[in-house]
């Protein structure tokens, strides 16, 4: 077969080296591998699945519902009395420990941070620690019936992710520390990120243009596995030392042992679960934090009581949910749904941010080799599964597309657009990522126009986005979806950004480098009549989905300026009640999530270990 890398890739870079002071031509030119052309279908990333969106209104997600599967059970879950939140209520499905125990720490969600911090926990034999998952363990999950955005399983996303670990620059911890958070500048939480990756480095006989940097990371530190994947990689810069532009062959969650995912589950919890002093209960939906004496309604809620704190890691769309449900929230909210309100803030379920992604789809001739091919042919597809099988090599052993590049727009181009905000960050803070990947992936058309044609994708995402969405509540009712606003694009910034950011997808395609490959314009999507930024804006809107990196919902901040949390990451207003999870980030990291919500499980792992120790 002939490698899709070798004509595909390459003119991505050379592209993008022409708005990069930093890189050159050489550089470029050179730098892509598509090496790993796809993920193992049981480990499929949720980035291939599209998001559910109102009809005509693209700035809208539709509520997302739950399956049926997953509201076995419910909890309520808190506090004896106000403002203490001390033991926690639930009805239990597949408990490892009695509900009527007494625990250190109850954990709700346990998902990413929720498990590993619940490891990091249970190290000191003396914590005694309870986790709440609504879902199952992921061995047992169906992927078919996963919700975007809201994962329902033991360690949550790092089981279907995208297996990217990239720390963002390291302007972005020093933006946080000056909005009102001290201790969370780059020079402070990068201990917390060297601490829990163990990197093998790559294998140079495959690998021989890698270069690293082997001071980023500490030969002791686990248990999570990273590496650079089994294939080679041209000499670009290492992102994972706080430079966060440029191309990059990005250090993935792979386990190069076997060439594995490398998850929460197969890491902290395979460590912790045979722990005397941890406690997991799956299939439990915590239903609220109660923040008074709760009252035994027949027997039907169990209660379980925690020490020391209560711990709420649900995420970025379920940790605001299950606190205004709670009686913690906006007023407005909270008024309007009768709930009796203990902590009015109206910051909850606010400053919703992610990287919104679009895509152009490229037709390209048959004789390149590429995952939507193989997908298309049972028999092809049948081999490579079966190689990876039995011995862990072949196309499925790595990531799908693990080359990325991240580019800032020049300062004269932004000045041109207005965008003065974006020109604060400065010249670490990239506005857009491309991600070449070898299949038809458009969910605004999710019919490629040639039924047979072979495809690839561009994938383009906006790192630098200003717009805030927000999240509330339809109902009292925890199984009923929460309201997402997502209110992508309601900056002039991100308008321009986006615009641009198309444009110069359009132009990959058309580029020299992409010449012997191009089948013509007419066998792009978008079609070739777009062409005005009002036409492009529009198009934007239409296929523009989540790229699942939902943050900021319970702001890391000042009180007075919309914080939830403090820098300790407790709750205003309420004790013993924290939050750890992707929602405390004030600004949305400007690359991928993962890195950064292992680095927060590592922070409160501290903070607890500090204040209980």
């Known amino acids: 077969m002939r490698p899709l890398r070798a004509l595909i890739l390459h003119p991505v870079w050379a592209f993008i080296c022409a708005f990069s002071s930093e890189w050159s031509v050489v550089d470029m030119v050179e730098a892509f591998s598509l090496a790993s052309v796809t993920t193992c279908l049981e480990k499929e990333s949720p980035a291939h699945r599209p998001t559910r969106r109102l009809p005509n209104n693209p700035q809208y997600i539709r509520p997302l519902h739950y ?11 808190g506090a004896g009395r106000r403002p203490y939140a001390s033991n926690i209520h639930h009805k239990q499905a597949a408990p490892t420990g009695s509900p009527s125990d007494t625990y250190d720490f109850v954990i709700a969600g346990g998902g990413t941070a929720g498990i590993s911090l619940a490891a990091r926990l249970t190290e000191n034999p003396a914590f005694k620690v309870l986790v709440i998952e609504a879902g199952p363990p992921p061995d047992s999950i169906n992927q078919d019936e996963a919700i975007p955005g809201i994962d329902f399983f033991l360690e949550g996303s790092s089981v279907m992710n995208f297996m990217a670990f990239n720390r963002g620059s390291s302007s972005l911890y020093d933006l946080w520390e000056s909005m009102g958070n001290p201790g969370w500048d780059w020079k402070t939480v990068f201990p917390f990120f060297k601490k829990y990756a163990h990197f093998t480095p790559p294998n140079t006989s495959n690998n021989s243009q890698i270069t690293f940097d082997s001071s980023l990371y500490d030969p002791a530190a686990g248990p999570l596995q990273i590496s650079y994947g089994q294939d080679w990689s041209p000499k670009i810069r290492d992102l994972n030392a706080g430079h966060a532009v440029g191309v990059a062959h990005t250090t993935t969650t792979i386990n190069p042992a076997d060439q594995s995912r490398s998850s929460a589950y197969t890491t902290f919890y395979a460590q912790a679960k045979n722990r005397p002093n941890l406690h997991v209960f799956t299939d439990t939906m915590v239903e609220q934090v109660l923040l008074r004496k709760y009252r035994n309604a027949s027997g ?103 080359t990325l590049g991240f580019q800032r727009f020049p300062d004269k181009q932004l000045k041109a657009m207005g965008a003065k905000d974006l020109i604060a960050l400065g010249d670490n803070w990239p506005n857009v990522e491309y991600l070449l990947l070898p299949a038809y992936n458009n969910p605004g058309f999710p019919t490629a126009p040639n039924a047979t044609g072979n495809y690839v994708t561009v994938l383009v995402a906006l790192v630098s986005a200003t717009s805030l969405g927000t999240v509330g509540i339809s109902s009292t009712n925890i199984n009923d979806p929460p309201i997402i606003d997502v209110n992508y694009f309601a900056t002039k910034d991100d308008q321009q950004v986006a615009i641009q950011g198309l444009k110069n997808a359009l132009a990959i395609a058309q580029s020299k480098s992409f010449k012997p490959i191009f089948l013509g314009r007419d066998k792009v999507v978008p079609p070739p009549n777009i062409t005005t930024d009002a036409q492009i804006l529009n198009y934007v809107r239409q296929v523009t989905t989540t790229i699942w990196h939902g943050s900021g919902t319970a702001a890391m901040m000042p009180r007075a300026k919309g914080g939830v949390v403090d820098n300790k990451l407790r709750v205003y207003g309420v004790n013993k009640l924290r939050i750890v999870d992707a929602s405390i980030q004030p600004r949305i990291t400007n690359q991928h999530v993962q890195a950064v919500v292992y680095m927060i499980a590592e922070r409160a792992a501290e903070f607890l270990r500090q204040q209980y120790s």
Do not use: W
């Not at 599967?69 to 909890?75: D, T, Y």
């Open 300 to 402: 039907v809620v169990g209660t379980a009581f925690a020490s020391k704190e209560v711990i709420i890691s649900t995420g970025a769309i379920q940790t605001p949910q299950l606190l205004m449900l709670s009686g913690i929230g906006p007023k407005a909210i909270l008024d309007k749904f009768k709930i009796p309100a203990f902590v009015y803030n109206d910051g909850l379920g606010q400053r919703l941010q992610d990287h919104p992604s679009f895509y152009i789809n490229i037709e390209v001739p048959s004789s390149l080799t590429t995952i939507g091919q193989l997908l298309q042919n049972p028999a092809t597809f049948g081999q490579i599964f079966a190689q990876y099988q039995q011995n862990h090599t072949g196309p499925l052993a790595s990531m799908n597309g693990d």
């Open 67 to 77: 399956p049926p599967n997953f509201a076995k059970s419910r909890c309520g879950f």
